[in-house]
């Protein structure tokens, strides 16, 4: 599958997070959300992005922008992932990979895909070719022209 449209309803989803805590999309309209899928945590580049996002979570919080990680990884994994590299953001497991294939970030290996969704829940922005090391600074830029 290829990955979502820009302009098209996010899809919903209903996943835990690194405390076992579930979250659903629709629980956040009205706020700018940013998802971003990932292969695994603690390998070299999902390390990068990581960091790079927590090193611009502030800007993040400043704008309202709502972070979820999302890979296969289990909820203690990710626990684990938070703590080595004191990530201040969401990461929730898709270990059944049904978002990861509805957002079109399935293959061999979860692919490497950004969504920045609006308050009213549409797609404003796909980065379906995302760089670990500019990331973060790119959809800072993207958020600040959609406020």
Same mark, same amino acid.
């Given at each position: 599958?290829n990955?979502? =449209? !820009?302009?098209?309803?996010?899809?919903?989803f209903?996943l835990?997070?690194q405390? &076992?805590?579930?979250h659903?999309?629709?629980?956040?309209?009205g =706020?700018?959300?940013l998802i $971003?899928?990932?292969p695994?945590?603690?390998t070299? +580049?999902?390390?990068? #992005?990581?960091?790079?996002?927590?090193d @611009?979570?502030d800007e993040? #919080? =400043?704008?309202?922008?709502?972070?979820? +990680?999302?890979?296969?990884? @289990?909820? !203690?994994?990710?626990? #684990?992932?938070?703590? =080595? $590299?004191?990530?201040?953001?969401i990461?929730?497991?898709?270990?059944?990979?049904?978002?990861?294939? #509805?957002? +079109?970030a399935?293959?061999?290996?979860?692919?490497?895909?950004? $969504?920045?969704?609006?308050k009213d &829940?549409?797609?404003l922005?796909t980065?379906?070719?995302?760089?670990?090391? @500019?990331?973060? !600074? !790119?959809?800072l830029?993207d958020?600040k022209?959609?406020l």
């Amino acid at each position: 599958m290829n990955h979502l =449209k !820009e302009g098209t309803k996010a899809p919903d989803f209903s996943l835990l997070d690194q405390n &076992g805590t579930n979250h659903n999309l629709s629980s956040y309209l009205g =706020k700018i959300v940013l998802i $971003y899928f990932y292969p695994k945590d603690d390998t070299p +580049g999902c390390t990068k #992005e990581a960091c790079g996002i927590r090193d @611009s979570y502030d800007e993040f #919080e =400043k704008l309202d922008v709502v972070v979820f +990680g999302i890979s296969p990884d @289990s909820p !203690e994994s990710h626990a #684990e992932f938070i703590q =080595k $590299y004191n990530l201040p953001f969401i990461l929730l497991s898709d270990h059944r990979k049904e978002m990861i294939a #509805e957002y +079109g970030a399935d293959g061999i290996m979860t692919k490497r895909i950004s $969504y920045l969704i609006g308050k009213d &829940g549409y797609i404003l922005k796909t980065y379906p070719k995302v760089d670990p090391t @500019s990331h973060a !600074e !790119e959809i800072l830029n993207d958020v600040k022209t959609y406020l």
